[in-house]
């Protein structure tokens, strides 16, 4: 049966693909061998490191793969324990309470960055990650860890996915790299390439100038007990890992020129539907007045953006909630309300009018799923915050406000415009929720995809 369903296609280098049920291939990493395996359950660990939209995704993921014969275990920061948990998902640490954010995750103006504060705990993920996955068949990873799970999966003889939740390492020729959508050269669709190129040379010697890339040599050789690698190697493992991009078409379709082992999905959304919304804040949305929600979900210092946007809200003379987790220097008033805890966005969405962002990747599909008009404002100018903003901005489903422009004045402006009949904004973003209402089950169809893959590896 496993024999049957590998196919040999003729390249520079064969490579060994898997085809499932439903005519989809899917690449065969080179250390993969027939295995035999006699549990009754197959297990499935699932690895994030981030914020909540890093990890909210992979625990709808792990949901939908639940069955009789599939044993799923999400691996996350401490502090995603109850959530994972109360999602029906077995939790395993991943060696860290949290994610920590120092002032260098904010100024870095690339990836290559913030990557001095990943080498610091790199070990603690990396003996997190070893230490659950001891009886993994599949590792479904997200991308700032790939390299750990990859190492993890040649010691093993496993499979995996790597899991993307904006277009950021995949080279094209139809779009730069996030850090570079306003470069001169990203007017240039060859130059693009390019741009991919320039790139991750600057993340390889960052990571060598860090310590990253020794960090990353001794978690082959002193926790795996593994030879020291070649980089050219590992590249090329990278390039051939089976990805899948969790986003929708509707906002990004696929470059032509992207290889077969990537797949764009559509957004997985973790329905918070059965939940409450507290009793004050069900309160304060039972108004007729417009009401806009303020959240910059898990970004830290944004005190004084947060205030900024409360003032506008209260010269407007509209409603507003402000999610903050700190205490915040604004007049009291009834029509604003400052929330310190966390809500469920599909359900306070829907109650909104507008939606004030950083453009996270799961809050700016939660509130294009709501249908809501947004002003985002990103905060991390490496990360995909500014890539969503100008998907927001392209579709006219909000208003792209970048960090450097905001004042009183222009918050107004922005907040007036979403919420204003005269634009198309409105419209659009209802427009948009529809095209993704049709996409509900892809994370079933994921889910699906990576558990028929697993069951043709293990027979």
């Excluded at 295995?35 to 890093?54: A, F, M, W």
């Excluded at 860290?96 to 954010?101: G, L």
Aim: glycine fraction near 6%; proline fraction near 5%; aromatic fraction near 6%.
């Amino acid at each position: 049966m496993l024999v049957s369903s590998f196919l040999i296609r003729g390249s520079k280098k064969e490579r060994k693909e898997c085809t499932l049920d439903s005519g989809i291939t899917v690449p065969i990493q080179r250390w993969i061998e027939k295995r035999t395996n006699s549990r009754k359950k197959l297990e499935i660990v699932l690895i994030s490191y981030g914020t909540r939209g890093d990890i909210q995704p992979l625990i709808a993921l792990g949901a939908a793969m639940m069955h009789d014969d599939i044993h799923v275990v999400m691996c996350a920061p401490d502090c995603f324990q109850p959530l994972v948990l109360k999602h029906g998902l077995e939790f395993a640490s991943i060696g860290v309470a949290r994610v920590e954010q120092p002032i260098e995750v904010f100024t870095a103006s690339g990836f290559s960055g913030v990557l001095p504060a990943l080498t610091i705990i790199y070990k603690d993920l990396a003996e997190g990650i070893i230490k659950t996955s001891k009886k993994a068949d599949m590792i479904v990873c997200g991308a700032l860890v790939r390299s750990i799970v990859l190492h993890v999966c040649e010691k093993q003889r496993i499979p995996s996915f790597c899991v993307h939740l904006a277009p950021t390492d995949v080279c094209t020729s139809e779009f730069p790299p996030l850090e570079f959508m306003d470069h001169p050269l990203s007017l240039y669709l060859h130059a693009n390439r390019l741009l991919y190129t320039w790139r991750q040379f600057s993340i390889v010697f960052a990571a060598i100038r860090c310590g990253l890339a020794a960090a990353d040599v001794a978690v082959r050789m002193n926790l795996l007990n593994m030879s020291k690698g070649d980089p050219f190697v590992t590249a090329k493992d990278v390039e051939e890992q089976p990805s899948l991009h969790a986003y929708s078409e509707a906002l990004q379709r696929k470059p032509k020129d992207w290889p077969s082992n990537v797949r764009i999905s559509g957004f997985w959304t973790l329905s918070m539907s059965s939940e409450k919304l507290p009793l004050p804040v069900d309160v304060f949305l039972n108004h007729d007045a417009s009401t806009v929600l303020v959240t910059f979900g898990s970004m830290r210092n944004v005190e004084s953006l947060l205030e900024l946007t409360a003032r506008a809200i209260l010269k407007l003379g509209i409603r507003g909630i402000v999610q903050s987790s700190s205490p915040l220097i604004v007049p009291k008033n009834e029509s604003l309300l400052i929330w310190e805890h966390s809500l469920p966005h599909d359900i306070v969405m829907m109650r909104c009018n507008g939606i004030v962002h950083h453009g996270g990747a799961g809050t700016t599909c939660a509130s294009l799923c709501a249908g809501k008009p947004s002003v985002v404002i990103p905060i991390l100018p490496w990360a995909d915050q500014r890539y969503w903003a100008q998907r927001i901005d392209t579709h006219e489903c909000g208003i792209h406000l970048p960090k450097s422009d905001c004042n009183e004045e222009t918050m107004v402006s922005a907040i007036t415009a979403i919420l204003s009949d005269q634009n198309a904004f409105k419209m659009n973003a209802t427009a948009m929720s529809h095209l993704l209402a049709k996409e509900k089950g892809s994370v079933i169809e994921a889910a699906s995809i990576i558990v028929e893959y697993t069951k043709k590896l293990n027979t």
